[in-house]
């Protein structure tokens, strides 16, 4: 992993050109990579989008072939940041499980370290991309006698999570996981199993799973001698009893079972080059208007919370007959310094998309807010192609980064925009990159307004993140007390894309205030009932103690204000996961009220369900485990791995934690980050190690920045030895003192 993207893209693109001088000899079956092109490199991404491995390189010199050493010219100087070789990869084999929304993903690959000497090592970086909100679950690595693996651990002192080193991995971006094997040796082979959750999108009544399965060319052995072998292993069950229709798919799948309900499907071939588009599957189930089940289940014994499981879930079949809430809507947007450049550019696109989505009869109000707020008009207005016009021009005009932010009066002044008619739905579209130290404040306020308004006409307050510098945990919060939906975005490039997707789902209401008849020892994540939406299954799961009745009725208001009941079948069931898609949902929960709380008891208990199902938290962090054979010493006291013929006697395996891996959680958000308005990327917040780094760097820099650069040179070369003592003495007192600002 490296400080910013830059330095992967240039790593992988020196790598490219140092694999040119690889040599693969006269053998016809034999075909070196072909190179990068310019116009590849203009519109392709050199981030991975598919399992792959590089070769980490320092030393250009290493690089060669280990079969066939070409013996070229030896090349000096070092490579800063280092270089990426993509390995050449020998196999490849997915297993997907999809239930309900979520899919299940293992990848077992191999790769081969073909760029270098067998007499020389390097390290070798495992870059795995996950699909829609794909989170990590655990990897593990084999190579030449020694095996590598990830486990969650909770660190009390707070030791590891200050010792991790971003370079051993984690996150290079939110859905890409790496990790660093280290000291590989050249000509070795590495089999590499990852595991990860991953959502499966819900959208005009299909389901939609995509995994990243799209391989460079230049990935492909150069022999053509070696057979290259396909395969995806999917199992599909959607939790109802009515069949299953695949309606695309992206690679040719043959059916080896099919139930009520079930799909085993199997793609398998032999092929010349490695697949170039990502897996693709659409179904969808045979069903109409609003269909959903509830799944029980008995939680194992050695599971911490004893209580049974339950998962209910609502999806609206599409139907152009059925109507959609009329709206209020209020769209609250952060145009702080910090938003300035592409991102407030991006964010006037979606917000404009998102208004040209309105119907005429609905009514809506813009606020643009920094340290003050910015009205497009005091009272909201009807969504007519006129007004609408006008709306885009005051866009234009008054979205201008600039100042820093002020949540609290905003959010008070555009609650105070709606008119409190119970004929439609009020909205808050709340868009923001930063963070505040007043907002437990800010939540504890919507808390008494929707208390003293009520729950009915209290206005949903959809929220939206940009980048990591926010505090999320903050927007899930006034999203889940609000009934409203919690999105967000941590790349440029999904921005628009994202926000437009968000403001679509929150905006297709057409069930709301529902309630359900479960038990009475009831709890559910999240812990309101959100509305149901066209484009957004409902899925609400949870824990209950006691009996849950054989048929549940959920009640809620449609959109001519009438009441609706759905009648919604119970069954138990043993072949679909609970506990671990219910994992996910309860973290996240659990973590944000933890956060509104400051309830300790709360963060271990996320602590413990993390460790338990694998799934990772905010409380918990990934260590990599090296397990190698143990040897006994010798009566001259070595290990006897060289002893001539007698092979050493091995007492067994010994296992030994190497690194700590960076950070995987979303953190709390950055204030200091918000305060000096830095634009939104995806990192954490730098260590106390890289603060004393960039205060050194800077101090440095401004001394040297008032000198000539030659006649430094010059003046350095007369001091005499006394002189440059108290040079350097002067440098470490400048250096101290811009530490201690």
Not at 81 to 103: G, H, K, R, W
Not at 156 to 185: C, M, R, W, Y
Not at 342 to 364: Q, R, V
Request: proline share 5%.
């Amino acid at each position: 992993m490296y400080n910013n993207d830059d330095d992967f893209t240039t790593g992988v693109r020196d790598g490219l050109r140092l694999a040119k001088r690889i040599y693969y000899g006269n053998d016809r079956s034999v075909v070196a990579p072909k190179p990068v092109t310019p116009m590849e490199k203009a519109t392709k991404s050199l981030y991975p989008t598919s399992p792959m491995v590089y070769a980490v390189i320092y030393n250009p010199a290493i690089v060669d072939n280990p079969d066939m050493p070409s013996y070229q010219p030896h090349v000096h100087g070092r490579c800063d940041p280092p270089a990426l070789i993509p390995l050449q990869m020998n196999e490849i084999s997915f297993e997907v499980e999809c239930y309900l929304d979520t899919a299940f993903v293992t990848m077992s690959g191999s790769w081969r370290v073909h760029c270098v000497m067998g007499d020389a090592d390097c390290s070798c970086r495992v870059a795995i991309p996950m699909g829609e909100e794909g989170s990590i679950l655990g990897a593990e690595v084999e190579v030449a006698r020694k095996s590598y693996s990830t486990k969650l651990v909770v660190d009390e002192n707070g030791e590891d999570e200050s010792a991790a080193v971003v370079e051993d991995g984690g996150l290079l971006k939110p859905h890409i996981f790496t990790l660093t094997i280290p000291q590989v040796d050249g000509g070795s082979n590495l089999s590499v199993k990852v595991r990860w959750t991953q959502k499966v999108i819900y959208k005009d009544g299909e389901f939609i799973l995509t995994v990243p399965y799209s391989f460079p060319e230049y990935v492909t052995p150069a022999s053509k001698k070696h057979p290259k072998k396909e395969r995806i292993q999917l199992k599909v069950n959607c939790g109802l009893n009515t069949d299953i229709a695949c309606k695309t798919t992206s690679h040719p799948l043959k059916e080896r079972k099919r139930e009520p309900g079930k799909l085993d499907l199997l793609y398998e071939t032999l092929v010349l080059t490695w697949s170039s588009t990502d897996f693709i599957f659409k179904y969808h189930a045979f069903t109409t208007n609003l269909f959903g089940s509830v799944l029980l289940k008995s939680p194992s014994p050695q599971s911490i919370d004893q209580r049974d499981m339950f998962s209910l879930y609502l999806f609206a079949y599409p139907d152009k007959r059925r109507k959609v809430f009329r709206k209020e809507a209020v769209f609250i947007v952060d145009i702080s310094e910090s938003m300035q450049g592409n991102t407030i550019e991006l964010t006037k696109n979606a917000l404009i998309a998102a208004l040209s989505k309105l119907e005429p009869d609905d009514f809506f109000g813009i606020m643009a807010f920094n340290d003050q707020t910015h009205l497009y008009s005091s009272t909201l207005e009807l969504a007519t192609n006129e007004s609408l016009k006008k709306a885009n021009e005051w866009i234009d005009t008054n979205f201008i980064a600039s100042g820093g932010t002020n949540m609290s009066i905003a959010l008070d002044q555009g609650l105070e925009l709606f008119s409190g008619t119970s004929k439609s739905i009020p909205m808050v579209f709340f868009i923001t990159d930063g963070a505040t130290e007043n907002e437990r404040q800010i939540c504890e306020v919507m808390q008494k307004q929707q208390k003293n308004k009520g729950s009915e006409l209290f206005p949903r307050i959809h929220t939206f993140g940009i980048g990591s510098f926010c505090n999320h945990y903050f927007l899930r919060m006034l999203a889940m007390m609000s009934k409203g939906h919690y999105d967000a975005s941590y790349d440029a490039d999904s921005i628009e894309t994202r926000m437009q997707m968000w403001a679509s789902k929150a905006s297709s209401s057409i069930m709301t205030n529902i309630v359900i008849d479960g038990p009475d020892d009831l709890e559910i994540y999240p812990s309101t009932i959100p509305d149901l939406c066209y484009n957004r299954p409902l899925i609400i799961s949870g824990r209950y103690k006691g009996k849950f009745p054989e048929k549940l009725e959920a009640k809620g208001t449609i959109a001519d204000m009438s009441n609706f009941t759905i009648d919604i079948e119970v069954q138990h069931t043993n072949d679909i996961p609970l506990e671990k898609m219910l994992a996910k949902n309860q973290i996240e929960s659990y973590t944000t009220q933890a956060w509104f709380s400051e309830d300790k008891e709360l963060e271990e208990k996320v602590a413990k369900i993390s460790l338990e199902t694998g799934t990772v938290s905010e409380y918990t962090h990934m260590i990599m485990l090296k397990t190698e054979p143990h040897y006994k010493p010798s009566k001259s006291g070595k290990t006897g791995k060289k002893q001539g013929k007698k092979k050493p006697d091995q007492e067994g395996l010994k296992t030994e934690k190497i690194y700590t891996l960076h950070h995987l959680g979303l953190g709390f958000g950055n204030m200091v980050a918000t305060f000096e308005n830095i634009p939104p990327r995806f990192v954490r917040a730098p260590s106390q190690t890289d603060k004393i780094v960039s205060a050194t760097g800077n101090c440095c820099a401004d001394v040297f920045s008032k000198c000539c650069c030659m006649c430094c040179i010059q003046a350095c070369s007369r001091i005499n030895n006394q002189c440059s003592v108290v040079l350097t003495q002067t440098c470490g007192f400048l250096t101290c003192s811009a530490c201690c600002e």
